[in-house]
């Protein structure tokens, strides 16, 4: 199975970014797909998933609305776009699939991640 995420880079507090993950139409269609982020010595953390109708969505409460996940069908592809994003959102993000869970360690299939920088 394989997951290439996309999209990170530097920016500033408040701005936004989307994140994509690509992924065979096989695993889009037999799993729930999500984001995880970790911090360089800090463990793993919850970000967003989706379940496989794309019916239901879940986030991290800390997030606050800021963060909504999305999957285009069309193109086997998972988007997570981030809002207003501040300093302490800064991590490599990683895009999941396996069954819907909002524990992170639940998911079967990693991607290999993308940094994200947020500016002060």
């Known amino acids: 199975v394989q997951l290439q995420a996309s999209g990170g880079g530097l920016v500033q507090a408040g701005d936004s970014l989307r994140l994509s993950c690509a992924t065979s139409?096989?695993?889009?269609?037999?799993?729930?797909m999500g984001w995880s982020r970790q911090v360089p010595g800090k463990e793993r953390e919850f970000v967003a998933a989706i379940s496989r109708s794309g019916i239901n969505t879940y986030y991290a409460d800390s997030l606050e609305g800021r963060f909504a996940i999305s999957k285009d069908k069309a193109k086997n592809t998972v988007y997570l776009q981030m809002n207003s994003l501040k300093p302490e959102d800064t991590a490599v993000y990683y895009c999941?699939?396996?069954?819907?869970?909002?524990?992170?360690?639940?998911?079967?299939?990693w991607g290999q991640g993308t940094l994200v920088t947020v500016s002060s």
């Open positions: 999941v699939a396996g069954p819907l869970s909002m524990r992170t360690n639940d998911y079967d299939y």
């Open positions: 139409g096989r695993t889009f269609s037999a799993s729930a």
